[in-house]
Nanobody
Framework: QVQLVESGGGLVRTGGSLRLSCVVSGTNDDITVMAWYRQALGEQREVLATIGMGGRPNYADSVKGRFTLSMDNAKNTVSLQMNNLKPEDTGTYYC?????????????WGQGTQVTVSS
């Protein structure tokens, strides 16, 4: 069973930093893409950063230059370093894994972790 376990959410002041981590278990050696999403109240869930295994990360314009996605393949862990946080960054953050199996994508999600940035 695929599991994604997140940690690192919490409360932070404007301009502060947080580091989110997501540990993935239960996968084989399938082709994968990992990503971080955010969902604010009353808004759609939006992708913030994506990375293919061994590839270069891609970032949404709203977080480019402030957030950094990194991978530790040996530990099956993906992290999101968030710097210079703003109140607009407040929301529920989700770790996402997409696994390609026999030409079909399977989508897995973490439990979500709340990030609140005070003004």
């Amino acid at each position: 069973q695929v599991q994604l376990v997140e940690s690192g959410g919490g409360l932070v002041r404007t301009g502060g930093s947080l580091r989110l981590s997501c540990v993935v278990s239960g996968t084989n050696d399938d082709i994968t893409v990992m990503a971080w999403y955010r969902q604010a109240l009353g808004e759609q869930r939006e992708v913030l950063a994506t990375i293919g295994m061994g590839g270069r990360p891609n970032y949404a314009d709203s977080v480019k230059g402030r957030f950094t996605l990194s991978m530790d393949n040996a530990k099956n862990t993906v992290s999101l370093q968030m710097n210079n946080l703003k109140p607009e960054d407040t929301g529920t953050y989700y770790c996402n894994l997409k696994v390609l199996v026999r030409g079909r994508w399977n989508d897995f999600w973490g439990q979500g972790t709340q990030v609140t940035v005070s003004s």
